[in-house]
Nanobody, 112 residues
Framework: QVQLVESGGGLVQPGGSLRLSCAASGFTFSRYAMSWYRQAPGKERELVAFITAAGSSTGYADSVKGRFTISRDNAKNTMTLQMNSLKPEDTAVYYC?????WGQGTQVTVSS
């Protein structure tokens, strides 16, 4: 079955960086677009970034453009989200999504 496992979250100071990873299994990863979402306390889950199957095209929420970079390695069935210049408002649980399936999420907290 489809399995998505996120890692790399943690506590970071404003202005810092984190790199999230999503390990995928149970499907032909290279055939499908993938996405990162996040959900902050009391808010709806929102799309952060997406990447096409071959990795040739990406898209970002306006709130993270220029700070976050999504990428994937189809040989390793992994997707990453490089997050730079983090802000307190980036605090959320970050989820990997593929084929309509969700990982368990990884907590990102940006605080001094």
């Amino acid at each position: 079955q489809v399995q998505l496992v996120e890692s790399g979250g943690g506590l970071v100071q404003p202005g810092g960086s984190l790199r999230l990873s999503c390990a995928a299994s149970g499907f032909t990863f290279s055939r499908y677009a993938m996405s990162w979402y996040r959900q902050a306390p009391g808010k709806e889950r929102e799309l952060v970034a997406f990447i096409t199957a071959a990795g040739s095209s990406t898209g970002y929420a306006d709130s993270v453009k220029g700070r976050f970079t999504i990428s994937r390695d189809n040989a390793k069935n992994t997707m990453t989200l490089q997050m730079n210049s983090l802000k307190p408002e980036d605090t959320a649980v970050y989820y990997c999504n593929g084929l309509g399936n969700w990982g368990q999420g990884t907590q990102v907290t940006v605080s001094s």
